[in-house]
């Protein structure tokens, strides 16, 4: 659901930053300023900040900041669309869903009235599984050691044996056979009769983040196929982009989930104290699957199966996550003590697996160790085929101290010198820049110094500063650097923002240009900027400043342009416009 920027600006300000994180965190005066414990680390002594005048959160401790949009974000794991709902819900704003289409309304009651009846559905099973027909699932549970109150937690049941046991519950709640066959649950045979969907088994109500119920796992209680069955897919579910017990663990600290392969894995671990374990829902882990990942953790700890075929997934799974932005640390459990994670705590108790889980090497080694089983190292082709193999993977890593360690890991495996195996490292990842070699060879160096240098965010967050100040030092900016010239997307958009407001003849507030922002990452970065203040100073010590800000962000730019451009004429064109940068000086 996309909202307009000004029905986002109304759910903001309707939605007072003090009041609303006051509901978290106890608030005291100081200063200027509201402080309290920090909710997003742990801390004894408050240095969280929330600003009533600028209606934005800095922590001091670990730099957590931005608006309220940007706080329940953080704070429930929502995204942005989430975040505005809740808050408009909060303020009692109604959202302007009448922009849907006939056909999207039609679609949205279609998909209330399925959520209503898995909400029910849920209910049955639960009920049943607490009734004499669930004695044998209440077993199963037992032999597992699952604990009647995580039972109720993960709202586990049991479908009974029967054919149209749910189907007669649904009828008499009033609902019929269109709107059922759109469920998942429900079935119709050649002779036109209903029938469930799920019968003896176990069952998993799947949830979205929100705690809908919008899908089911089912698990066979005692003999018959297939083992595990899960609702197909329908309006409300899809399996690529759900993941089991994520609503539990999205909002945990750290940052980290473990990936696990079923239902059983993700209750043993949560019922043992880990709570942020997800699985994926009776399909490959792909693409989407990550990127819901990388939404709500930083890191992912794959924990599947100590066999051959949770080996093989785990490999198939690292490159999506770390393509996705993951880092990846990979817990390779001897499958001769444990099948699985919740055996493995069955057998040896939390601590141990904490202890596991800590050691949890990173995928770079674990692919390395996969690798070492493919080749006769004892042979010298052997060495050098495995040798290459791992070059390759090495040549993708962007880190010179993990590739440095992985290449003595290398060396000692197969007892080729470390500098053949960086020459073939070298080799592999070979991928010349185009571009005129002499003036590369001149400017490389100048432009990676450049960028990484801190001096060059300060300045962009002081443009940014003296732009959102006055209309008249912003249009007097404009006059000399292109917007473009920051680079940084999140400076970029703020100057584009900002030109565009005051041509719109708007005034600036920050707390408004964070919404602008649909990553909770991107409203942190703008919202850093809006915490810091120009100091006063008189005209000309602010535009000799403001100078300098902008002739080190153009420097910047043009070697960056150097270091990438194939001709000479235009490499000169841009040589002159950086010579030409020290006579640059922006005054009124």
């Known amino acids: 659901m996309y909202y307009p920027d000004d029905v986002v600006e109304r759910v903001r300000m309707e939605n007072d930053i003090v009041s609303l994180i006051g509901e978290y965190v106890s608030l005291s005066p100081k200063g200027g300023s509201m402080f309290g414990l920090c909710p997003f680390h742990s801390e004894n002594t408050p240095s969280f900040s929330v600003s009533s005048l600028k209606q934005l959160y800095y922590c001091f401790g670990c730099g957590a900041s931005g608006n309220v949009i940007s706080f329940v974000m953080q704070k429930e794991n929502y995204d942005f669309p989430t975040a505005i709902k809740a808050l408009a819900e909060r303020a009692r704003i109604e959202l302007p869903e009448e922009r849907y289409t006939e056909a999207a309304k039609k679609d949205a009651k279609t998909k209330k009235t399925l959520i209503e009846i898995h909400k029910l559905s849920a209910r049955y099973y639960y009920d049943k599984l607490n009734s004499d027909e669930g004695e044998r699932a209440r077993k199963y549970l037992d032999a597992r050691d699952i604990h009647p109150k995580v039972r109720v937690k993960f709202g586990l049941g049991y479908a009974p044996g029967g054919w149209d046991g749910l189907c007669k519950f649904l009828d008499e709640q009033g609902y019929k056979e269109p709107i059922l066959l759109k469920t998942g649950l429900i079935g119709k045979n050649n002779a036109g009769k209903l029938y469930d969907r799920f019968r003896n088994r176990l069952m998993f109500p799947i949830l979205d983040i929100m705690g809908n119920v919008i899908g089911f796992g089912g698990r066979i209680i005692g003999e018959g196929e297939p083992k595990y069955l899960n609702s197909p897919e329908t309006m409300i579910f899809e399996k690529n982009r759900n993941l089991y017990s994520l609503n539990f663990a999205r909002t945990l600290s750290p940052k980290e989930l473990i990936l696990v392969e079923g239902y059983m894995d993700v209750i043993g671990l949560y019922q043992a104290g880990f709570k942020n374990a997800v699985a994926s829902l009776g399909t490959a882990f792909g693409q989407n699957h990550a990127k819901l990942m990388k939404k709500y953790a930083g890191v992912a700890v794959l924990a599947f199966d100590g066999d051959d075929a949770g080996k093989r997934a785990a490999l198939r799974a690292i490159p999506i996550l770390v393509e996705n932005g993951l880092r990846v640390r990979v817990l390779d459990l001897d499958s001769t003590k444990a099948k699985d994670p ?153 100057l584009e923002i900002i030109f565009n407001t005051y041509d719109e003849g708007g005034n600036i507030y920050p707390a408004e240009l964070v919404s602008r922002f649909e990553s909770h990452e991107e409203q942190r970065e703008a919202s850093d900027i809006f915490i810091n203040t120009i100091t006063p100073e008189d005209e000309k010590s602010k535009f000799k400043a403001l100078s300098d800000h902008v002739r080190a962000v153009k420097k910047a730019y043009i070697e960056e342009q150097l270091f990438q451009i194939e001709d000479d004429n235009e490499a000169l064109k841009l040589i002159e416009a950086k010579n030409n940068l020290e006579k640059l000086y922006i005054s009124l």
């Open 342 to 494: 919740d055996e493995y705590i069955t057998k040896f108790g939390k601590d141990k697996f904490l202890q596991e889980l800590s050691n949890a090497m990173s995928h770079v080694a674990f692919n390395i160790k996969q690798m070492e089983k493919e080749y006769d190292i004892q042979t010298d082709t052997g060495k050098i085929d495995f040798t290459e193999a791992a070059a390759k993977l090495l040549s993708k890593l962007p880190g010179e101290i993990e590739k440095d360690v992985y290449i003595s890991e290398t060396s000692k495996i197969t007892g080729i010198s470390d500098k053949a195996i960086r020459a073939e490292i070298l080799k592999q990842s070979r991928n010349l820049v185009g571009g005129t070699p002499k003036l590369r060879r001149n400017f490389e160096l100048s432009a990676v110094d450049k960028r990484r240098q801190k001096g060059l965010i300060e300045a962009k967050k002081g443009i940014i500063l003296y732009a959102a100040e006055d209309k008249k030092i912003a249009l007097a900016i404009r006059e000399v650097l292109n917007p473009k010239e920051l680079k940084d997307y999140v400076f970029v958009k703020l």
